[in-house]
């Protein structure tokens, strides 16, 4: 026998935070799936809320990327409408100076309003332009953990960062990071920091992801003939969460932007399991249309290891990724149910 279940599952950052189920008295009651139940179906509502920060070098040299960056922007924005996401965008910079007078980009959020959604997105273009006035010691992980802690957003009245939203830092830089106030950036200092400030979820799935748009090799690509250095510390950060590093260095950005997009969503729309499931077993659905097994256009069923155990997920790819308001029906059978 089959049994069915109808449920609501916020999903953030491949996160499912709460399981009901509703009994014959119309009260929710917690959900746990039995060991011996034949088999699970649901209804499944996502979070679409993402905090996206952009923390960006404004040293000298970094104009040229700073303008490609924002040329690719509305790309971006344009997919995360079409999904209907619940975006917060904010920018940031690499100086962490205490001279504010020198240095005016230093130690906060740009701009006004400090982020910036749906309704005034339309800013951003010409926001992520910081300029090359800042400090030539990029200290990107301090700037990050700065603007991103309770203390900081308090102290301005803010609310950007959301408890229940994925946070994607998108870091573009051409140096190393010289970070020191917050943490030792060689270490996992800033790892620990994120993971205590956006916890993983109860179901599994980090609630913070790390791009890096910056120096991959020993190759120079600076017009101006500048030095460059592998960003090794922000690599450590985006290995840490799964998310994409990109070369600086390619004319327009073009793919370092469809990437972290990709990752986003990727993030935000997964369906976390309970259990591990039987792969033969899973049906889906997405707006009434049936879904297949694709790396293309399907699903395909993926593992991540968390605090020492193995969480199953399905990830969504191409036109098979769910909208924001469109249910995604999911049928499975446990591993070794009978």
């Not at 179906?41 to 303008?67: A, E, H, P, T, W």
Request: aromatic share 8%; glycine share 8%; charged share 15%.
């Amino acid at each position: 026998m089959k049994k069915n279940v109808v449920l609501s599952l916020v999903l953030v950052s491949s996160l499912i935070a709460l399981m009901m189920i509703t009994g014959c008295s119309g009260t929710a009651t917690s959900f746990e799936l039995p060991t011996k139940q034949d088999g699970f179906s649901g209804k499944v509502f996502y979070n679409n809320k993402v905090d996206i920060l952009f923390v960006i070098d404004n040293s000298r040299s970094m104009l040229q990327y700073q303008q490609r960056l924002s040329t690719q922007i509305p790309n971006m924005i344009s997919t995360l409408n079409s999904l209907k996401m619940d975006y917060r965008v904010a920018v940031t910079t690499t100086t962490m100076s205490n001279n504010a007078g020198t240095y005016p980009m230093t130690r906060r959020l740009i701009g006004s309003p400090v982020y910036l959604t749906s309704q005034n997105i339309n800013l951003l273009t010409d926001r992520i332009v910081v300029g090359e006035s800042g400090s030539d010691l990029e200290r990107g992980l301090d700037s990050m953990t700065h603007v991103t802690s309770a203390n900081y957003l308090n102290s301005i009245g803010s609310d950007f960062i959301r408890a229940d939203a994925l946070l994607s830092i998108i870091f573009i830089s051409d140096e190393y990071d010289q970070s020191s106030e917050f943490g030792n950036p060689n270490s996992n200092d800033f790892i620990n920091r994120l993971d205590t400030r956006k916890p993983d979820g109860e179901a599994g799935g980090k609630l913070w992801l790390a791009n890096y748009i910056g120096i991959l090799t020993n190759e120079s690509c600076d017009i101006l003939g500048g030095s460059v250095s592998i960003g090794s510390q922000f690599i450590r950060l985006v290995n840490a969460s799964g998310g994409v590093s990109s070369s600086i260095c390619n004319p327009d950005l073009a793919l370092a932007v469809s990437n972290i997009k990709a990752r986003i969503i990727d993030q935000i729309t997964a369906y976390r399991f309970p259990t591990a499931p039987n792969k033969s077993s899973i049906v889906v659905s997405v707006g009434g249309r049936a879904i297949h097994e694709d790396p293309e256009n399907g699903w395909t069923l993926e593992t991540e290891n968390l605090t020492g155990a193995t969480k199953y997920f399905l990830r969504f790819h191409g036109t098979s990724i769910p909208a924001a308001d469109q249910h995604v029906n999911v049928q499975y059978r446990p591993a070794g149910a009978s």
